[in-house]
């Protein structure tokens, strides 16, 4: 079982940057990928960005890319989403989640996340 905690959101004006952070726990990690995904308020919940195991490959919505980076220390089973250049319509809970598959570098929204946080909310004011 894997336990995954988010931390780091907060309300920031529109242009600024926020780093979100993400601690698993409970088992190793080997050889899982991980995902970013985000809900706003009234809409579903969307695929942000994926990483896999070693870092060196990742995925991202169009919507993002460029502005937001996904990386990951596997020493401290942590991964990250530094968001820059933020926007109002970036404003929602954003979640991680882990990826047992290994193949979220891949296939981006269409991996197998079976682990999920509880979210962090990240409010961008214009």
């Known amino acids: 079982q894997v336990q995954l905690v988010e931390s780091g959101g907060g309300l920031v004006q529109a242009g600024g940057s926020l780093r979100l952070s993400c601690a698993a726990s409970?088992?190793?990690?080997?050889?899982?990928?991980l995902g970013w995904f985000r809900q706003a308020p009234g809409k579903a919940r969307e695929f942000v960005a994926a990483i896999g195991w070693s870092g060196g490959s990742t995925y991202y919505a169009n919507s993002v890319k460029g502005r937001f980076t996904i990386s990951r220390d596997n020493a401290k089973n942590t991964v990250y989403l530094q968001m820059n250049s933020l926007k109002p319509e970036d404003t929602a809970v954003y979640y991680c989640a882990a990826d047992p598959m290994g193949t979220s570098w891949l296939v981006g929204p269409r991996g197998v996340y079976d682990y999920w946080g509880q979210g962090t909310q990240v409010t961008v004011s214009s």
């Open positions: 409970g088992r190793t990690f080997s050889g899982y990928g």
